[in-house]
């Protein structure tokens, strides 16, 4: 997997970081983590996911450094400028396209892959700037390394597709050298970690010190507690010490964004009578300053004491006095200057999203896998509401565990991944997969309507030609080779259309539930042999990517397959 140097890039919701390697292959891995907010007072493995750009659309800053500007500048220069923070969960539940539009705090619009970019190009040159301070005399580029960029593993294959053109856009990897960028799954990554940790790496809560079982046959469920996303895959424990994917990737969008999302709605109803409203359209920064501020409270199972800014506080006097705004409200008081939510209020902000957690859980508990462990990883595995809730509900059917730095799991796990790709011997296929071909008109077989004729008789149009089951096994490395023909015997130039369902046996492909995913062609110069030609689609599911080859027998032309699942 391209050079033993490793650089590993956690583009998560709410925050994003990198840690590298430096050791060769055969040695115990040496993973540092750039640590974030030195000139904010911080000190974090990870910086916030947000970036600045000016009103022409140039790269200003980001991370802490982007909210520190944003958070100080005038009004006036905020509605300029674009500031776009917790963007990744623009690609969540959409089919990615190159045209794909994301807001900015003030309302205005870029397009996705432009802010994708410009952030991991900042990343990418933040790893090799930090790497080269401590290099003694060598001067890295980022053709030394294989580059490891985490996605959930519940995202489609358009989402991880976007990533991969925002990172070659952003110099990471080039058309040349492009298998030096993994896209790595985040619960995967973090089971990686999580299986090398001794039971002083968890967090010590109820249960005593435990550490997660190495002997095969072990079964357990990895829960990745992102800002966006609630991302669960389950793992055994092979021979050897590879995992094996038991169960396909499943979750749902209510990771700890909903959480705050609960206390913006919450801060609307204390600030009625459009109080909020206007200061959320004058002053974009100052609420997302407040909502910064929040999420420190949030890892608490305390009261939560928000400072009141005093644009806020300046429109809310002009209806009535401060005190006036709490009378009646349950669960919020003012306090000299600040908002206090109490304790049994901020509970409730996370009903919605524990209660998601838990029926995802429960649906893993009904396959028949035998649950001994439950991993709680991500930044929002960090709340302690989260993890006794987890432990309330499951800590009697299995050991719930957390890593001591939970942030940190998926950064070190992914390093952990760029060396042995084959930690994760096989995988779950999430749906039944195939492409669109036509065949032979059977009366007895065909629908009337799919018929069509050309100069080499009568075919039938939009038949399903599955490739892999639903929950099918697939190796990592595994290749599955499938045979084509033309439907016309001088055609040059095949193209296929890519579907997917979560249908087992789907016969057409415009059947209800059977999506189109994706398109690739297929090039047969000689048509000496007509209809008799065969090509050959070589194909893994297995790896975090499809990749795909296609082969001319006749001309012994191969070609690698773009399969792109971004065409509008």
């Known amino acids: 997997m391209g050079d033993s140097f490793i650089i590993a890039i956690d583009f998560g919701t709410a925050f994003s970081g990198h840690a590298f390697s430096l050791t060769t292959r055969e040695a115990e891995s040496d993973i540092h983590i750039k640590m974030w907010g030195a000139d904010v007072g911080q000190q974090t493995p990870k910086s916030p996911t947000c970036i600045l750009l000016s009103e022409k659309e140039e790269f200003l800053s980001f991370g802490y450094k982007a909210q520190t500007e944003y958070f100080r500048m005038k009004a006036k220069r905020a509605k300029d400028c674009f500031f776009f923070d917790r963007f990744k969960m623009s690609l969540y539940g959409k089919s990615c396209n190159r045209d794909l539009k994301i807001k900015a705090a003030n309302g205005k ?38 580059w490891l960029l985490t996605v959930p593993a519940i995202w489609d294959h358009s989402a991880k597709q976007f990533m991969r053109e925002s990172a070659m856009q952003a110099g990471i990897v080039t058309e040349i050298n492009q298998e030096n960028l993994v896209i790595a799954l985040e619960p995967e990554a973090a089971s990686v970690w999580c299986k090398k940790l001794p039971a002083n790496g968890f967090i010590a809560e109820h249960q005593g010190k435990e ?8 079964q357990y469920v990895v829960v990745d507690c992102g800002g966006g996303t609630i991302d669960i895959t389950v793992h055994e424990v092979l021979k050897g010490g590879a995992l094996k994917e038991l169960h396909k990737a499943s979750g749902n969008n209510l ?13 609307r109803k204390i600030f009625s009578d459009g109080v909020w409203d206007e200061f959320e359209e004058k002053h974009p920064n100052n609420v997302k300053k407040m909502m910064y501020d929040f999420t420190v409270f949030k890892r608490q199972d305390d009261d939560a004491e928000i400072s009141c800014p005093l644009k806020l506080g300046d429109i809310a006097k002009k209806k009535k006095e401060m005190e006036q705004f709490f009378e009646g409200v349950e669960g919020a008081f003012w306090d000299d200057g600040s908002i206090v939510i109490t304790k049994q209020k901020l509970s409730s902000f996370f009903v919605e999203s524990l209660q998601g957690i838990t029926q995802s859980l429960k649906e893993i508990f009904t396959k028949g896998i035998n649950v001994e462990y439950i991993l709680l990883v991500g930044g929002y595995a960090d709340s302690k509401i989260l993890r006794k809730h987890v432990n309330d509900s499951f800590g009697n059917k299995c050991k719930v565990l957390c890593p001591i730095r939970p942030q940190e799991a998926i950064l070190r796990g992914a390093v952990e991944f760029g060396r042995n790709p084959h930690l994760v011997a096989s ?34 149009r939009d038949i399903f030609m599955k490739l892999v089951d639903s929950g099918e096994d697939v190796g990592w490395d595994e290749t599955r080779s499938f045979s084509l023909y033309p439907t016309q015997a001088d055609m040059k130039m095949m193209n296929y259309n890519f579907y997917c369902t979560k249908n087992r046996s789907p016969k057409y492909v415009d059947e209800e539930g059977v999506e189109k995913i994706g398109y690739f062609c297929l090039y047969s110069p000689n048509t000496k042999r007509g209809l008799s030609r065969e090509l050959k689609l070589n194909i893994k599911f297995g790896f975090t990517e499809m990749t795909a080859e296609g082969i001319d027998i006749d001309s012994d032309l191969k070609s690698s397959i773009e399969l792109d699942f971004m065409r509008n």
């Open 109 to 146: 619009e870029l397009t996705a892959l432009k802010v994708f970019t410009e952030a991991l190009r900042f990343l990418k040159d933040d790893a090799l700037e930090t790497i080269n301070k401590s290099a003694a005399g060598k001067k890295f580029t980022a053709r030394d390394f294989t």
């Open 211 to 218: 550490t997660l079982d190495h002997s095969p046959g072990t």
């Open 255 to 267: 990771g700890g964004e909903t959480v705050d999302r609960k206390c913006k709605e919450f801060l």
């Open 427 to 460: 995988r779950k296929s999430a749906f039944t997969y195939g492409i669109r071909v036509s065949r032979r008109f059977n009366n007895f077989k065909h629908k009337a309507e799919k018929k069509f004729t050309n100069k080499d008789g009568e075919w039938c």
